[in-house]
């Protein structure tokens, strides 16, 4: 198929899956809650609805910052879809590109002048602390499989089998990023409700589009990430199965557990990611 | 190890004797995201910070003063230039000048500011980055002291000895150090609250950067 089909369909997929995907994980953090929640499709339709909206810029706002962040965010998860799904490139480019959405994060925040979004943006700074779970999975998966491009590491398991039984550890860490990046998350310092809606207060209309189109492909791209790394060469099918499942359990998590405070939040990140690396070099060097 | 195995697909070299600059999909993609936003901030205006005020109905503005903007702008668009360079040199011993000088625009960038807790904590993130200029540039002389040569290129070739892996390691804790990174940000946070959101990102965006090229190097040499 040709190149630009592949990345048009591939966005798109991203796109509705993934905002079907977190309109699921709020529908189960609900249930567990005993709410019956807002239907599944509700975040699909706010992303549109926002599109549609005016869009208005505050007096104080840093332009062209303010606005151009939020095109930057489009711009960084459509590269992860090319990365990710289409080309299946290599993990680093990925890695680059969660760097950049935190920057995302804090540049969103400070730029409006509000001092929630201010708030978010110094909180962003620490929980940069989130990436280190990341670095070390992929740091760990390479130093196992030799290769740091997402069809090698498929191939690879091919031959010797799912990574998720051969790096549990890591399996772990990973699964920390997930918590770490879902809805409600008790990681999510960037957007406690204490700060209303953190780095997004200030973003409306179109930009506030951008912004959510952005989170459901981030979403999709995170989740994609995870079932392709440990699972090998999966199934349609499979993938979607791995989805729902993770989706559900980072749910029931949400739902149960407070969000921590900012020191808790990135000392319990790099705590886990410390203890599983040096555990996983351990397992791989036995 | 291929080097191809890291980044990408290698697009092209550029061989200035021992010294090799080679591009892949990596480097790309982060040389021209650092320059996007090295333009915008270079066309960017700053905010202005509002905050009610206690006790009564009034609003207490803070902006940046036009002086300040113009030396602060010039130190951030220095600093993404230094960026820039990082993210495409082969070569070890250019990756720690880059880094150092980011270390030390960092703080420019901060320290006209007339804030007593941001200058607080820009004076402790630049002891700290002070103190990891001896490791970041010692292990990158145990590296060239162990192999002969800086040029990452050539370390991709060779195999990892106890001494590079070593230099390596004690090179990470200088990035970590002069970036301001985990376990070091605690100093650095602080500095984020000072208004003049366009060059803050830079700030905060150098160090990220720096952090994937330097996982990218120390996957070379191991």
Sequence with gaps: MNLMAQILINVIIAFLAGSLLLGFHRKVMARVQLRPGPPIIQYLLHSLKFFFKETTFPKTASIPFYIGITVILAIIWVTGVIVGPVTKGSLMILFGIYAIHKIVEHNAGSSSGSPYGKLSCVRAVFSAAGELPLFAVIAVIFLLTGTMDISGIIAYQSIHGPLFFQLPLAVLMFFTLIVTKSPYSPFAITKGKEIISGFETEHFGMLRGYIMFSESIAWYILLWIFLTIFFGPISVVGYLIGMIVICIITGFINATTPMLNPNHSVMTQISIAVICTVGSIIMIII | ?222
């Excluded at chain 2, 904590?121 to 040569?149: D, E, H, K, V």
């Design chain 2, 1 to 222: 190890m291929l080097i191809e195995n890291l980044g990408g697909n290698l697009m092209g070299t550029i061989p200035l004797g021992d010294i090799v600059l080679y591009l892949n999909s990596l480097h790309i993609f982060l040389f021209v995201t650092i320059l996007v936003f090295t333009a915008l901030i270079a066309i960017s205006r700053t905010e202005t910070q509002v905050e009610a005020m206690f006790g009564s109905l009034d609003e207490n503005k803070v902006s940046v003063g036009k002086k300040e903007f113009k030396q602060r702008r010039f130190l951030a668009i220095i600093c993404g230039i230094a960026t820039a360079g990082a993210m495409i040199t082969g070569d070890l011993f250019n990756f720690t000048l880059f880094m150092a000088l980011i270390g030390i625009v960092n703080i420019g960038i901060v320290s006209a500011v007339k804030h007593v807790d941001v200058l607080n904590s820009a004076y402790q993130y630049g002891l700290i980055a002070m103190m990891c200029g001896l490791p970041l540039f010692g292990g990158a002389a145990m590296i060239l002291a162990a192999t002969g040569t800086l040029s990452l290129f050539e370390l991709a070739a060779i195999p990892a000895s106890p001494m590079m892996i070593f230099g390596a390691l004690v090179m990470l804790i200088g990035v970590c150090g002069e970036s301001g990174i985990a376990p070091f940000f605690a100093s650095k946070a602080e500095m984020f609250r000072t208004p003049g959101s366009p060059f803050i990102l830079i700030i905060h965006l150098s160090s990220l950067f720096i952090i994937v090229r330097f996982v990218e190097i120390l996957l070379i040499i191991l």
